[in-house]
């Protein structure tokens, strides 16, 4: 059977805005009728890192939480913590970033709260007993929500070929250990020309895993549980991440992610995808590139598969743009992410996906 996706396009007028479109698309997928009244609504998006300018404008998440509001819910804005040292790799720098990005209070109504705490240890571990994971480790306050409404700003992704709702979710909501979970089998490991024998991340580890051995840090692999908070503890960013996993072992990491995040919200998950400055890589950078297509529209679904396919054919049915760092495939039809990362097959994710029953591939587009 086809899932529904509600498609909104970006022409308005003096009878109905965007915002108005946006409602529509609401209404569309019945999230009013998702929650009860007094229960807890994670607004689950990517507030963007500093310098970067393509994730979804705050007036659009203003109008979700408007929504929520007006159905009885108590909605709250949230992300997880980044694996890398960025302008979100704690919950103190992450709010800042948010903030200085257009997230305030008088703009979108609603408070912040970073999902898994101030470093990134406020975890929850979801059993989900499938091929590569047995439990999966999740911001706890996405976990102990009542209901979930997905606002991802659909692009292009080195790792996933595109990311959209099961990125924002699989590794967005991943705590620090289960981002690096997904990325790596192995422990992180010291850089010793960068590392000064400073001892704090020593002092740091939890596990004892981490001595200095002639004044430079050494991380031992037994002791370590991959919380990858060594990480963000080096001042001089001296420990980093193994990046060792495949892409397809990483996209399936990232989807049974997804089914972590997505257990016990049956019927509670709101999925929308923003199709608006597609730019070519991750919204965790520092700057945006210029889109690679223009502007799609913006797109809802209960099925949280069925949105990323229907997202992604509609970028590649459009013309790429010339202008941008696309250099084939401009064609209506031709596939853009694979000319962005020709090593990525980024239909991996939305197959596997569809293996274990987070939804289908099949779709009905409905304009609204
Ligand atoms: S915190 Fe960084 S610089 Fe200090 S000992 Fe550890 S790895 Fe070396
Ligand atoms: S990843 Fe966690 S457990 Fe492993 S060395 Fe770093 S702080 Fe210790």
């Given at each position: 059977m086809k899932s529904p996706v509600y498609f909104a396009d970006l022409r308005a007028g003096p009878n109905q805005n965007l915002i108005g479109k946006l409602k529509a698309l609401l209404d569309a997928v019945g999230l009013a009728e998702k929650f009860k009244k007094g229960a807890f609504v994670a607004v689950k998006l990517h507030f963007g890192e500093a310098g970067n300018t393509a994730y979804i404008r705050p007036v659009f998440i203003r109008k979700i939480v408007d929504h929520i509001k007006e159905a009885g819910g108590r909605p709250f804005l949230t992300d997880a913590n980044t694996l890398y040292v960025g302008s979100r790799r704690d919950s103190v720098d992450h709010l800042i970033t948010a903030i200085q990005n257009g997230f305030t209070y008088a703009v979108v109504d609603a408070p912040l709260i970073i999902a898994d705490g101030l470093r990134g240890g406020n975890e929850t571990a979801v059993k989900v007993d499938l091929k590569r994971f047995k439990r999966v480790y999740i911001g706890s306050e996405i976990v102990r929500a009542d209901a979930l409404v997905s606002a991802a700003h659909f692009k292009g992704h080195e790792l996933s070929g595109f990311g959209g709702t099961i990125k924002n979710l699989g590794m967005g909501c991943a705590s620090r250990k289960g981002k690096l979970a997904q990325h790596s089998t192995v422990s992180p490991k010291v850089k010793r020309k960068k590392c000064e024998g400073c001892g704090e991340c020593v002092e740091y580890c939890a596990q004892q895993a981490i001595s200095l051995v002639d004044e430079k840090a050494r991380i031992d692999p037994k002791k370590c549980v991959?919380?990858?908070?060594?990480?963000?503890?080096?001042?001089?960013?001296?420990?980093?991440?193994?990046?060792?996993?495949?892409?397809?072992?990483?996209?399936?990491?990232?989807?049974?992610?997804?089914?972590?995040?997505?257990?016990?919200?049956?019927?509670?998950?709101?999925?929308?995808?923003?199709?608006?400055?597609?730019?070519?890589?991750?919204?965790?950078?520092?700057?945006?590139?210029?889109?690679?297509?223009?502007?799609?529209?913006?797109?809802?679904?209960?099925?949280?598969?069925?949105?990323?396919?229907?997202?992604?054919?509609?970028?590649?049915?459009?013309?790429?743009?010339?202008?941008?760092?696309?250099?084939?495939?401009?064609?209506?039809?031709?596939?853009?992410?694979?000319?962005?990362?020709?090593?990525?097959?980024?239909?991996?994710?939305?197959?596997?996906?569809?293996?274990?029953?987070?939804?289908?591939?099949?779709?009905?587009?409905?304009?609204?």
């Open positions: 991959g919380c990858g908070e060594c990480i963000i503890v080096c001042p001089n960013q001296a420990i980093q991440i193994q990046w060792d996993q495949a892409i397809p072992a990483f996209l399936e990491n990232m989807v049974e992610y997804t089914a972590g995040v997505l257990k016990g919200k049956n019927g509670a998950a709101t999925f929308l995808n923003f199709i608006t400055q597609v730019s070519p890589a991750c919204d965790c950078y520092p700057h945006n590139d210029t889109p690679i297509v223009n502007d799609i529209g913006i797109v809802a679904s209960n099925d949280p598969v069925a949105i990323d396919q229907a997202s992604a054919d509609l970028v590649n049915q459009a013309q790429g743009r010339k202008d941008s760092c696309l250099t084939k495939n401009f064609q209506s039809g031709k596939d853009k992410f694979r000319a962005l990362y020709p090593n990525v097959d980024w239909e991996i994710q939305l197959e596997y996906a569809e293996r274990i029953g987070l939804g289908t591939r099949a779709y009905e587009l409905e304009a609204i």
